[in-house]
Nanobody, 128 residues
Framework: EVQLQASGGGLVQPGGSLRLSCAASGGTLNNYAIGWFRQAPGKEREGVSCVSSTDDTTYYAEFVKGRFTISSDNAENTVFLQMNSLKPEDTAVYYC?????????????????????WGKGTLVTVSS
């Protein structure tokens, strides 16, 4: 069973930065995508950013393009999300998640229902 451990959330002022980490353990993953979803109070869980192991492509939601960067350390089975220029509307619980059986050249991390493994969330609060 794959386990995901997320860390790095906290309180930051608007315009500030945070770096989230997610370490995967407990299983063998092949042809997968790993990344981040978020859920703000009263809102649906939404995809933020993922990276695919099949072709090293990345996915970013429109609302984070140019501000967030996803990266991975395959040797450590860890994925990172560098979040810059944070806005109050980025406030949410951020969840690390994995989608398995990803096929090259097909969408991934588009919907929470497609994800197979979830970590516990880490709270990001952007406020002055």
């Amino acid at each position: 069973e794959v386990q995901l451990q997320a860390s790095g959330g906290g309180l930051v002022q608007p315009g500030g930065s945070l770096r989230l980490s997610c370490a995967a353990s407990g299983g063998t993953l092949n042809n997968y995508a790993i990344g981040w979803f978020r859920q703000a109070p009263g809102k649906e869980r939404e995809g933020v950013s993922c990276v695919s192991s099949t072709d090293d492509t990345t996915y970013y939601a429109e609302f984070v393009k140019g501000r967030f960067t996803i990266s991975s350390d395959n040797a450590e089975n860890t994925v990172f999300l560098q979040m810059n220029s944070l806005k109050p509307e980025d406030t949410a619980v951020y969840y690390c998640a994995v989608e398995v059986a990803v096929v090259p050249d097909t969408p991934y991390c588009k919907d929470a229902y497609d994800m197979d493994y979830w970590g516990k969330g880490t709270l990001v609060t952007v406020s002055s």
